[in-house]
């Protein structure tokens, strides 16, 4: 392991601005598991006075659910962790966004396929699937078929907590 780019050849600096450091968290449909992502994750840097040091979003591999707002499991689960919900609306993963972000971070291999679909090549290794950070082969459980908000929302959060750590330590 590189001392300095950390496990996962992460060596973006935190800075306030346009260095921001940007993730993208993307799912098949943009209403569930990426905006609980997103949400938890906006949520962890907020609590550690980050906040303006990250420009955080999401996004489907798919267009299924283009326009939807979040699921309501998802808004009901967040709720019930005091997580802010905004009104995200689903949109899909453009080519153009390899280079717009830092991270592009996919919940199963299905979503790790289709974002490299999308983008066609990742010659600056960004994309990761979420549960990676937590030091687990597992995916994250589409709660859209599961039902299960709990279970995703615990991955979800394992996750984005490694995440945040990895990043913390090429600070």
Request: positive net charge; aromatic residues 8%.
């Amino acid at each position: 392991m590189n001392k300095e780019s950390g496990k996962y050849g992460i060596n973006r600096k935190l800075s306030v601005g346009e260095n921001r450091i940007k993730i993208l968290f993307v799912c098949h449909g943009n209403i569930c598991r990426s905006t609980m992502a997103e949400y938890v994750m906006k949520d962890l840097v907020s609590k550690s006075g980050l906040a303006e040091q990250f420009y955080i979003d999401s996004a489907a591999t798919s267009r299924e659910e283009i326009g939807n707002p979040v699921h309501p499991g998802t808004r009901k689960k967040l709720q019930q962790e005091n997580i802010p919900c905004g009104n995200h609306r689903a949109r899909q993963l453009q080519k153009e966004e390899y280079n717009q972000y830092d991270y592009l971070i996919g919940m199963d291999n299905w979503n790790i396929r289709n974002i490299m679909r999308i983008i066609k090549e990742d010659p600056q290794k960004k994309v990761y699937k979420l549960l990676e950070f937590a030091n687990k082969e597992e995916e994250i459980a589409d709660p859209w078929y599961t039902g299960n908000f709990d279970k995703t929302y615990e991955d979800v959060r394992k996750g984005c907590e490694g995440l945040l750590a990895e990043i913390l330590k090429t600070k």
